[in-house]
């Protein structure tokens, strides 16, 4: 079995103008897909200032008591605000039951009022619920919401380019995009506690969209499956993990890798650690169909998904994770864990 190496790629040459260079970021991109999935991506530009503020501006909101944060708790059905921790169960999205996770969340998006004009679903376009408690809260969270976004946008030019498609293919998928910032507090009851076996951090899922820009804190505890198992991932502190979201894998036919992903119970000498993670969800148009692409399919590799719209796939998703009702459409993800 091979080992495995998240390979780290420097985009800076799709941030400054002319061609040079990016040939070789599409090959080193399109190898990663295939591969891993997962990258790690230096050169992305996104503002170390920015970056301190936002995790400020996490700890905290997350510091906050928990009857505070839960005046910021959303319906299932609306993917914002706060979710305590055991309030949701990734491996849901894949169809599979669970015990509930441990992570606390705060989510942001984007919301009806970014698109003046379009008429779109209240529920997956719904305003943000900021905290009142935390000055500078809003401020600090869609300045990082800026720069993980431009992030995605950069990565979504070098996948149109990867695919041969011309870097501006996927900006058809981009006019009102649902996007997500996902805030990920492993809270802990306390470094003694020993854990149920089962217990996880975050729950085994794929993500549900096109792209994700991932920070996390340089601490163990992400996973990733390949190859029938699963591999540790430490990210890069300079650096920012960028993986496949489901939209990529079934416009490829799965020729690119929307890779399953967890976290464990964050441990460092077998003592449970804080840790924190911020998702930045990519998930293109609500109304954007996903089709594969005619030159992903050959006799050897027929169809393998019937096209979706993006908001067909994320309902289906977080009804699972967040609305505990299991997914009932994703087999072709799940059977990818059987063995593991
Ligand atoms: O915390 C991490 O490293 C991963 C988080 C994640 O997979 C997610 O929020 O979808
Ligand atoms: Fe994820």
Redesign the pocket.
Same mark, same amino acid.
């Given at each position: 079995m091979r080992e495995l190496t998240v390979p780290t790629i420097d985009v800076s040459a799709f941030r400054a103008p002319g061609d040079d260079g990016r040939d070789e970021i599409a090959r080193q991109v399109d190898r990663a897909a295939r591969e891993v999935g997962f990258m790690q991506v230096v050169g992305h530009g996104a503002d170390p200032d920015a970056l301190s503020a936002f995790t400020r501006a996490m700890d905290a909101f997350f510091a906050l008591d928990l009857d505070v944060k839960n005046a910021y708790r959303c319906p299932p059905g609306v993917n914002r605000g706060y979710s305590p921790p055991k309030s949701e169960a $990734?491996r849901g999205s894949l169809g599979l039951a669970s015990a509930a996770d441990l992570?606390e /969340?705060m989510n942001i998006g984007t919301s009806a009022a970014d698109f003046p004009g379009a008429d779109l679903p209240a529920d997956d376009y719904a305003p943000n619920v900021f905290p009142a408690e935390i000055p500078g809260f809003e401020a600090a969270t869609t300045r990082w919401f800026a720069e993980a976004g431009a992030v995605a946008r950069v990565m979504m030019r070098i996948f149109g380019r990867a695919l041969g498609l011309g870097e501006d293919y996927f900006a058809a998928f981009d006019r009102h995009p649902v996007d997500v910032l +996902?805030m #990920?507090n492993?809270r802990l009851p306390s470094a003694d506690v020993e854990l149920e076996p089962d217990q996880e =951090?975050?729950g085994a &899922?794929t993500?549900y969209g096109m792209v994700?820009v *991932?920070w /996390?804190d340089p601490v163990p =505890? $992400?996973e990733i499956h390949l190859d029938g198992r699963w591999h540790p %991932?430490m990210?890069r502190a300079d650096g920012l *993990?960028v #993986?496949l979201g489901d939209a990529l894998a079934r416009w490829t036919n799965d020729q690119w890798i929307s890779t399953m &992903? +967890? %976290?464990a119970p964050p441990r460092v000498g077998g003592r449970l650690v804080p +840790? +924190?993670? /911020? /998702?930045y969800?990519h998930d293109g148009d609500v109304d954007a169909v996903i089709a594969c692409l005619p030159g992903c399919v050959t006799d050897d590799r027929p169809v393998a998904y019937e096209p979706i719209t993006v908001g067909e796939h994320l309902r289906a998703k977080l009804d699972g994770s967040r609305g505990r009702r299991l997914n009932p459409a994703a087999g072709r993800e799940a059977a990818r864990l059987a063995g593991a």
């Open positions: $990734l992570f /969340a +996902r #990920n492993y =951090g975050m &899922h993500d994700t *991932l /996390a =505890g $992400l %991932v990210p *993990l #993986n &992903h +967890r %976290v +840790r +924190r993670s /911020a /998702a969800f």
